[in-house]
């Protein structure tokens, strides 16, 4: 689906249908590589160069060392039902696109350990994530620490299982253990999230105890001095 400037612009003007998202993984589970796919879903890079070209990767130093350093971002157009179409996503007409397609700004954040203020930065920008797990290495600790930057931003995130195909070609596993491998890092990492969320109402019990100890020794003060 081919996009252009100007129904992107027109877009913009719409506030009911920009979406921020922002992808965040722990390094070297795909990121660049899936802002590449969706990049090529607008037609801005041949599908040939995914994963080879690293589009939002602009910085030579980043390039070179084949790592995000920077968060980086794209203006994306997404039609409901576009792929599914029988003639293509090409087949869209433009008004379509701006009756039913909504502006989606990608942010491509940082892996690296050395890089989370960038991942906080993108996520605080951001409406919802996509927290990217490589199948074979599952969740890592990078991924636990963007769940929590996450979580703590109060974004919303959608678990994505990348490079599924390792678990066949490198580790040859049969259908019943990919399956168990997948459905243990879902678990995991619902597990991590439920944690967040334990910890926080635990906190808040804390402070609702401590505020209500507090008011008793006063009553108690108060009552001695009488």
């Not at 939002?56 to 576009?82: H, N």
């Not at 409406?127 to 990078?142: K, M, P, R």
């Not at 930057?149 to 490198?170: F, G, H, S, T």
């Not at 926080?200 to 507090?214: G, K, N, T, W």
Request: aromatic share 4%; proline share 4%; charged share 20%.
């Amino acid at each position: 689906m081919n996009v252009t400037v100007n129904e992107l612009a027109v877009l913009q003007q719409q506030q009911g249908r920009i979406r921020n998202m922002c992808i965040l993984a722990h390094v070297d589970h795909g990121k660049t590589t899936l802002s590449d796919h969706l990049i090529a879903t607008n037609g801005l890079i041949h599908p040939k160069m995914v994963g080879e070209l690293r589009y939002l990767d602009s910085r030579d130093d980043e390039q070179a060392r084949g790592i995000t350093m920077k968060s980086s971002s794209i203006s994306l157009l997404y039609v409901p039902g576009a792929a599914h179409r029988p003639q293509g996503p090409r087949s869209v007409p433009p008004a379509a696109k701006l009756s039913c397609g909504y502006l989606v700004n990608l942010i491509d954040s940082p892996g690296h350990v050395d890089f989370c203020s960038e991942v906080s930065t993108a996520a605080r920008l951001s409406d919802g994530a996509l927290v990217v797990v490589d199948a074979v290495e599952g969740v890592c600790i990078q991924t636990h620490a963007v769940l929590r930057q996450a979580w703590e931003e109060k974004v919303k995130p959608c678990l994505m299982i990348n490079k599924l195909d390792r678990l066949i070609l490198e580790l040859k596993l049969p259908p019943e253990e990919a399956a168990s491998r997948i459905t243990a890092i879902v678990a995991h990492a619902n597990m991590i999230w439920s944690a967040f969320n334990s910890e926080h109402f635990m906190r808040e019990a804390d402070a609702v105890l401590a505020s209500e100890q507090q008011q008793q020794q006063q009553r108690q003060e108060a009552a001695e001095d009488r």
